[in-house]
């Protein structure tokens, strides 16, 4: 099984331009989530999803927009690109919010 | 307002002994998740224990274990017979109502031969 699998891995960006990054998962699970970690920082929780067709933001949305048309696939989009947004992008998923999360590889993003 | 706090930014252990990382929470939720997830220098997430708030029994896996004491809203992690390979950040994470979750800012573990 492949698991959580992320794309790209490392992407630089320009102020104000736009991205999806994408995230895909193997195990049918129902939760998905993105994550951002900043340098020496914990997770902070952007949107998750608990189903196809149904996601809520997170602690920290603004900027980001998600959508989930199907169980495995639940991409990020990040609009109007700012350097605030540079961090390391985590998805991941899980089969109910009290079972083990699954999490990709990351997403290195920098924006200059 | 939720909140989950680790207050040991680094800590160091002994190979083979033992050594407890601290996580203190704040929620006023009654039904609340408790989660440690490591994550070694190469970047990964690994989901290490669970402790749900209605569990009457302290979460043990394998040489980790869970010291949930919820009267004082902390759920210490213990690892019994620290390895070179348990270096790493350990993180802290609570699940609310809402499915929201919340990470502590992280404790590095250094192991020393």
């Known amino acids: 099984n492949a698991g959580v699998t992320q794309t790209p891995k490392f992407r630089i960006l320009k102020i104000g331009q736009s991205m999806t990054l994408q995230c895909t998962q193997d195990m049918n699970h129902n939760y998905m989530y993105w994550y951002r970690q900043d340098p020496g920082m914990g997770l902070k929780l952007i949107y998750y999803?608990?189903?196809?067709?149904?996601?809520d933001k997170g602690e920290v949305p603004n900027g980001y927009n998600v959508s989930r048309s199907t169980t495995e696939d639940f991409p990020l989009r990040l609009e109007l690109a700012a350097p605030s947004q540079t961090s390391v992008y985590f998805c991941?998923?899980?089969?109910?919010?009290?079972?083990?999360?699954?999490f990709g590889d990351g997403t290195r993003l920098s924006i200059l | 307002a939720q909140k989950i706090t680790q207050t040991q930014p680094g800590m160091f252990v002994q190979e083979k002994e033992a050594v407890t990382l601290d996580c203190t929470y704040d929620?006023?939720?009654?039904?609340?998740?408790l989660f440690w997830y490591k994550q070694p220098s190469s970047g990964e997430m690994i989901f290490l224990i669970y402790q749900g708030s209605y569990d009457q029994q302290n979460a043990t896996e394998g040489r980790y274990s869970l010291n949930f004491q919820k009267a004082r809203k902390s759920a210490n992690l213990v690892i019994s017979a620290s390895q070179l390979g348990d270096s790493a950040m350990y993180f802290c994470?609570?699940?609310?109502?809402?499915?929201?979750?919340?990470f502590g800012t992280g404790t590095s573990l250094t192991v020393i031969p």
């Open positions: 999803s608990v189903g196809a067709g149904i996601t």
């Open positions: 994470a609570m699940r609310v109502a809402g499915n929201q979750f919340y």
């Open positions: 991941a998923s899980s089969y109910h919010a009290d079972q083990p999360q699954h």
């Open positions: 929620t006023s939720d009654p039904s609340y998740g």
